[in-house]
């Protein structure tokens, strides 16, 4: 199976089964996460681990009190670090704001 025939056979999962996830799991989760290519290598994300309960009910009530993320055996979030841009300016690139730079590249423009 090629890698488009997995994208687009994806699903969304919100039901879980009663089944423990290894530490050795989550870390590879986590690796795999942390060694995902990024522009210069600035990896904007942080990854947090949750698995006590009392964090993952505070996490469903800010999400709209999703059941999925409260009942979880372990939650991965993914968080934007602002500041990593900053990484760019030490090699000499010149951005102004994170949304100029991103406003540069108009994806539209780019299928006409």
Request: net charge negative; hydrophobic share 40%; glycine share 2%.
């Amino acid at each position: 199976m090629n890698l488009l025939d997995l994208i687009s056979q994806r699903r969304s999962v919100r039901n879980y089964l009663d089944k423990h996830i290894s530490d050795e799991d989550l870390r590879t989760i986590l690796e795999a996460g942390r060694l995902a290519p990024s522009w210069m290598n600035v990896q904007s994300w942080k990854f947090i681990l949750v698995k006590s309960q009392e964090n993952k009910d505070l996490l469903s009530e800010l999400s709209i009190g999703q059941q999925q993320v409260k009942n979880a055996q372990a939650l991965i979030v993914c968080v934007a670090d602002v500041n990593a841009w900053e990484e760019a300016k030490k090699w000499g690139y010149e951005i102004d704001s994170d949304e100029n730079l991103l406003s540069t590249y108009n994806l539209d423009s780019k299928w006409d």
